[in-house]
């Protein structure tokens, strides 16, 4: 059965084997593929929300730096080097023990996107679920995330132990 989508038909009477079509038809199954990538993921932690990512009550969404977080390896610019990256202890049997408790985890690096392929190779060899991984992070010393959620922020400090609360002084608007 074949779908037709109204961003994929010819217009102004244009045939399907058009440069324009033909580049449409490219990007609708690059971003299918992507989709069919992130639920793979997904599926590997069981019933992390399929519809639209809406997690239930008590799950989390895990942002985490993939460089110097999950594996020591910082300014990777070759595919060498996202091959040859040392696994940072506890870091594999942490996260995927967020995923195990149906958390969304999503791995953030500053990576490029060509090396996608090479990085993705790499967790998945060293055996890290994951619900999406996304590249081409800004570089700086100090990230500052606004959004319309609660937000909580922990740094890194070389080690994988329990999540404890803390009472810190952070900026908000006045």
């Not at 929300?49 to 008590?58: P, T």
């Not at 060293?126 to 740094?155: C, E, W």
Request: hydrophobic fraction near 30%; aromatic fraction near 8%; charged fraction near 30%.
């Amino acid at each position: 059965m074949k779908v037709e989508h109204a961003h994929s038909r010819p217009r102004g009477g244009r045939q399907a084997g058009t440069k324009s079509h033909s580049r449409r038809k490219a990007l609708s199954a690059a971003i299918a593929k992507g989709r069919r990538r992130v639920l793979e993921n997904v599926g590997q932690a069981g019933n992390i929300a399929r519809s639209g990512f809406h997690l239930k009550d008590g799950q989390k969404n895990f942002i985490i730096g993939l460089d110097e977080c999950i594996c020591d390896a910082s300014g990777v610019k070759t595919e060498k080097q996202a091959l040859e990256a040392k696994e940072v202890q506890g870091a594999r049997e942490w996260v995927n023990g967020l995923m195990k408790n149906e958390h969304y985890v999503c791995l953030f690096s500053e990576r490029p996107e060509r090396l996608r392929r090479a990085t993705e190779r790499w967790l998945r060899e060293h055996g890290f679920m994951y619900t999406s991984l996304i590249l081409g992070k800004p570089t700086a010393q100090n990230y500052h995330y606004i959004d319309d959620r609660h937000v909580q922020a922990t740094t890194f400090k070389g080690r994988y132990t329990e999540l404890v609360r803390k009472e810190h002084r952070i900026e908000v608007f006045g």
